[in-house]
T-cell receptor, first 115, second 112 residues
């Protein structure tokens, strides 16, 4: 069964500093990988996704993520954090070619931004 | 505007009552999903439907029921058999070729 681990429950960074959120997955084949962001009391918004090809993917709001098969990781990065980036971030894995398109989510990393 | 709507935003019920959460999408998506979110637990799949008149149980289906009579609608009923129904419920949909799930704004259910 597929699984996702987000090792950091809560991260605090200063505005303007760089950010890296960690995500490790467990899946037997090449997975579909996603990062979503959630503001308090809201739904989830897709930041970026990896299906195949270039292992460095660009997303919305200046985020990027790199797929590293050897490390089973898909870490999310941003070079300069803005106060509006404070939210909860979820990594998710889906089965490549799976018929249901079901996703398995990590437990999330809450990001706080210091002024 | 295309999207997913969930209503109501907040819902309060007494213990022992069934309650139905609404989810409607106008994205023409075939697949729809219901998730439950508890603090620190991420999202857990309750039910999903790939096509009208068909649905499957997810990881935590006990105490919940769904129907899919129309492509646009996938209501979730939280029954009195659900032992801990207080949670944030999220509905999502996915097109047949995109593999991206789009989420609604969620419904916060409180049962006392």
């Amino acid at each position: 069964a597929q699984s996702v681990t987000q090792p950091d429950i809560h991260i605090t960074v200063s505005e303007g500093a760089s950010l890296e959120l960690r995500c490790n997955y467990s899946y037997g084949a090449t997975p579909y990988l996603f990062w979503y962001v959630q503001s308090p009391g809201q739904g989830l918004q897709l930041l970026l996704k990896y299906f195949s090809g270039d292992t460095l993917v660009q997303g919305i709001k200046g985020f990027e993520a790199e797929f590293k098969r050897s490390q089973s990781s898909f870490n999310l990065r941003k070079p300069s954090v803005h106060w509006s980036d404070a939210a909860e971030y979820f990594c998710a894995v889906g089965a490549n070619g799976g018929s249901q398109g079901n996703l398995t989510f990590g437990k999330g990393t809450k990001l706080s931004v210091k002024p | 505007d295309g999207g997913i709507t969930q209503s109501p935003k907040y819902l309060f019920r007494k213990e022992g009552q069934n309650v139905t959460l609404s989810c409607e999408q106008n994205l023409n998506h075939d697949a729809m999903y219901w998730y439950r979110q508890d603090p620190g637990q991420g999202l857990r799949l309750i039910y999903y439907s790939q096509i009208v008149n068909d649905f499957q149980k997810g990881d935590i289906a006990e105490g919940y029921s769904v129907s899919r009579e129309k492509k646009e609608s996938f209501p979730l009923t939280v029954t009195s058999a659900q032992k801990n129904p207080t949670a944030f419920y999220l509905c999502a949909s996915m097109g047949s070729s995109s593999y991206e799930q789009y989420f609604g704004p969620g419904t916060r259910l409180t049962v006392t």
